[in-house]
């Protein structure tokens, strides 16, 4: 099993829909989960970060974080042809006595006009 | 001036050369890492230092060493190289268990 599982997509939504983008980790013991933005030929770029179960919301973006079920969500809502990206979904997990970031493979949004 | 920094920006080189890539973070963070992202592929972590202390990632082929003089640098030597090594390879820092952010990047080829 993957530490970090992200559907690989493509995901397409019209402009001003909502996008979900989901994410499931392995490792029970995670404390912080991020989301992270990257266009192509870039590095990556911090969205979002949550460390408790419940929601936090940002401006247009909401992460949903639950614990018990291992799993993190990223809600995009009035979605814009400059959100078309790959979203990453990371976790803080233990490797032996170091907690490392650990990535998902991307979901690559499109946000069509 | 961007928190993490990574030189060169491009680099080629042949398989008998011998290059660094280096990364400087001006964030106050404890922990740096060297992260792999090949075409289509995840990101890959290759090595972490953190508090002083090194982890590594046992897929990790010898011909990459890295190098933490202090918590503000590091630098990842390169010696002979492949084709498939070729990638972008990403400097991040964080403090502890919190958010990383990402220097620019190195795109490297091989030839």
């Known amino acids: 099993q993957k530490e970090v599982e992200q559907n690989s997509g493509p995901l397409s939504v019209p402009e001003g829909a909502i996008a979900s983008l989901n994410c499931t980790y392995s490792?029970?013991?995670?404390?912080?989960f991020f989301w992270y933005r990257q266009y192509s030929g870039k590095s990556p770029e911090l969205i979002m970060s949550i460390y408790s179960n419940g929601d936090k919301e940002d401006g247009r973006f909401t992460a949903q974080l639950n614990k018990a079920s291992q799993y993190v969500s990223l809600l995009i809502r009035d979605s814009q042809p400059s959100d078309s990206a790959t979203y990453l979904c990371a976790v803080n997990a233990a490797k032996g006595s170091a907690r490392q970031l650990t990535f998902g493979s991307g979901t690559q949004l499109t946000v069509l006009p | 001036e961007t928190g993490v920094t990574q030189t060169p920006r491009h680099l080629v080189m042949g398989m008998t050369n011998k290059k660094s890539l280096k990364c400087e973070q001006h964030l106050g963070h404890n922990a740096m890492y060297w992260y792999k992202q090949s075409a289509k592929k995840p990101l890959e972590l290759m090595f972490v230092y953190s508090l002083e202390e090194r982890v590594e990632n046992n897929s990790v082929p010898s011909r990459f060493s890295p190098e933490c003089p202090n918590s503000s640098h590091l630098f990842l030597h390169l010696h002979t190289l492949q084709p498939e090594d070729s990638a972008l390879y990403l400097c991040?820092?964080?403090?502890?268990?919190?958010?990383?952010?990402f220097g620019q990047g190195t795109r490297l080829t091989v030839v």
């Open positions: 991040a820092s964080s403090q502890s268990n919190t958010e990383a952010f």
């Open positions: 490792d029970r013991v995670s404390q912080s």
